[in-house]
């Protein structure tokens, strides 16, 4: 079965939005269940005794890049305005990355896991997150689609896994704008003298850690995400100048904190904690660099996929690198790591040295930083969401482009609502915890996807090709993860050996044994397999450094995934995808019948 689309498909799967307010949010029953095993209890009965054919013929189906940059985006009514070029890319990827996590996590690492050794932990996790953008580059160069990584797994691995991943990282989304917003309170409190409970409401009556009701974590998420519907072009316009403000305060502080440097802070005790330290530090760091996914939604958006996308996500994340590295620096030579305070590390740094007013300097750039991170955030929330809705493994309604904006104004809404709840009531010490290892993971997925597309075809790739390929990937996986675990058990180093030299020699089989299966059109990753494998290794050495409740909360939200998932997503998108079948077969029997042909001919793929 091969997904797509059609005039009978737009007109069946979509015209309950053609009698939608301006801004498409008149929504009825329709909007949200139109399949067929929805329309009574006797249907989902019926679909539910189908469950397992049906999550075989989910397993087994792939879409292609073709079905979800036309097809796909037909489901929407409208098309999303092609306005950014590489120039707002670069600032959208800075704005997207460059939060809180400089300002809070740098501290907290320098003084418990790293020392002044930081800078390497910041440059691990920055060439393990260049790796993944590498291999999200020619991806949103070939699949230029609104839905990022979960378009790019379902095309190589199919509909589970994307489901899965996606449900995953808008997680991640949500738990990550909601801790940059309160964040965002606490900086703007700086500012203003105060203390940031004194912006906040307490709740006796509520639940400890969720009693401090936070109104400015609402309203900033509303004001930007009342932006990023409305253009974004202007939320582009808007992001490029608050990022090149921003820059000019870094430039500030990395001078006023250079003037008073010393460097025995950096020089004695360089790595207090031995290598583990540092690796450690490399795991929870990398957390300050998520965020260049979110660029990679934006490619409908984008004038020159082939040529921007590459240009935006390289130059931002190089960019990034640089500057996280030089800020660590800079702190751990103005102070020495065993006093560096865990919780606002700058601030305290520079009144440590006499400079009381360079922490309105920190703040602002907090604020400016946090306030272009939430931009961003709630801007590729919204534009996974779309596409999920595309293939209504969501409800379709969220699907929907609107007209006049070119945006995904029902997904802005949504997402943005999602945020300002948690962000009200959860505290900061709550959500800092619920970064698990879903991105790590999603990661390595779309490394693996982008060696499933390089070296196999359906049809095409012979079956030695085929099994070879499946062996070699298997023992990269497998390798990489017994890595992974010695790193976690053991402190000793002869059991990388073995494993290290698997991973090698298995990178390397696939380089010489297996014939390519498809080359990039417009760009492509350079030193393949080798750079996705590294990917993959990286990312799961990285795996092993979290602590096991990152996992317990993995599979947590995991199993809720699966449950929606068997309940509504599997049989609505299998309706989906019938429906979109059989209006191919009866174009295509209609087709043979005008030509002369016998109806029942056999019908192209």
Not at 325 to 330: D, E, G, P, R
Not at 382 to 400: D, E, N
Not at 477 to 495: F, H, P, Q
């Amino acid at each position: 079965m091969v997904e797509g689309s059609d005039d009978h498909q737009r007109s069946s799967s979509s015209t309950t939005v053609k009698k939608r307010g301006r801004f498409g949010c008149l929504c009825r029953k329709e909007d949200f269940f139109p399949e067929e095993s929805f329309q009574s209890w006797n249907s989902y009965a019926k679909a539910l005794g189908e469950t397992k054919m049906r999550l075989k013929d989910r397993l087994t189906t792939r879409s292609n890049a073709e079905q979800e940059v036309n097809e796909m985006s037909d489901r929407s009514q409208h098309q999303m305005k092609k306005t950014l070029n590489w120039w707002d890319l670069i600032w959208f990827g800075f704005g997207a990355v460059f939060g809180a996590g400089i300002f809070v996590l740098t501290g907290l690492e320098a003084n418990r896991d790293a020392g002044p050794a930081i800078v390497l932990s910041f440059l691990v996790s920055g060439v393990s997150a260049m790796l993944c953008v590498f291999c999200y580059t020619e991806f949103a160069c070939e699949i230029p689609v609104a839905g990022g990584s979960f378009a790019y797994i379902r095309v190589e691995m199919g509909d589970f896994f994307a489901f899965i991943a996606a449900g995953n990282i808008l997680f991640e989304y949500i738990v990550g704008g909601a801790s940059v917003a309160r964040t965002w309170t606490s900086y703007f409190a700086t500012l203003c003298n105060r203390n940031p409970d004194d912006f906040r409401i307490y709740v006796p009556a509520l639940a400890e850690n969720f009693n401090h009701l936070d109104p400015l974590a609402v309203v900033i998420p509303i004001l930007i995400g009342t932006a990023a519907a409305l253009s974004t072009k202007g939320s582009s316009r808007f992001n490029s100048v608050a990022a090149i403000v921003n820059v000019g305060v870094i430039l500030l502080i990395l001078i006023a904190g250079l003037m008073h440097a010393n460097t025995e802070n950096f020089t004695t005790n360089f790595a207090p904690y031995g290598p583990r330290g540092v690796f450690t530090a490399s795991a929870v760091l990398f957390f300050s660099y998520i965020g260049f996914d979110a660029v990679a939604t934006m490619a409908e958006e984008t004038k020159n996929p082939g040529k921007d996308i590459p240009i935006g996500l390289l130059g931002s994340m190089s960019f990034i690198i640089c500057v996280y590295c030089a800020l660590s620096v800079t702190l751990c030579l103005m102070q020495s790591y065993t006093v560096i305070d865990i919780s606002a590390p700058f601030s305290l740094a520079f009144q440590a040295v006499g400079l009381n007013w360079a922490k309105y300097l920190v703040a602002i750039g907090a604020v400016i930083g946090m306030s272009t991170n939430l931009l961003a955030n709630i801007i590729g929330q919204s534009r996974y969401f779309t596409h999920i809705g595309r293939t209504h493994m969501a409800p379709p309604w969220l699907a929907v482009i609107n007209g006049r904006t070119g945006t995904p104004v029902n997904a802005t809404i949504v997402m943005t609502l999602a945020n300002c709840i948690v962000g009200l009531f959860t505290d900061l010490s709550i959500l800092s915890n619920l970064l698990s290892i879903a991105t790590l993971f999603i990661f390595s997925l779309v490394a693996v996807s982008l060696l499933i597309r390089r070296y196999y075809v359906a049809g095409e790739t012979s079956n030695a090709d085929r099994n070879k390929f499946i062996g070699f990937l298997v023992m990269i996986v497998l390798s990489s993860i017994a890595t992974s675990v010695y790193w976690a058990v053991s402190n000793g180093w002869i059991g990388y050996i073995p494993t290290v030299l698997i991973w090698f020699l298995s990178t390397l089989g696939l380089k010489v044994m297996v014939k390519p299966a498809r080359q990039p059109k417009l760009w492509g990753v350079p030193l393949v397999p080798w750079l996705p494998s590294a990917t993959i290794a990286m990312n799961m050495f990285l795996l092993g450094s979290l602590d096991a409740a990152s996992f317990i909360r993995f599979g947590i939200w995991t199993s809720i995934l699966l449950v929606y998932y068997f309940l509504v997503g599997l049989h609505a998108s299998y309706d989906s995808a019938k429906e979109v079948s059989r209006g191919k077969e009866a174009a295509a029997r209609l087709k043979n019948l005008e030509s002369g042909q016998p109806v029942n001919a056999v019908i192209p793929a």
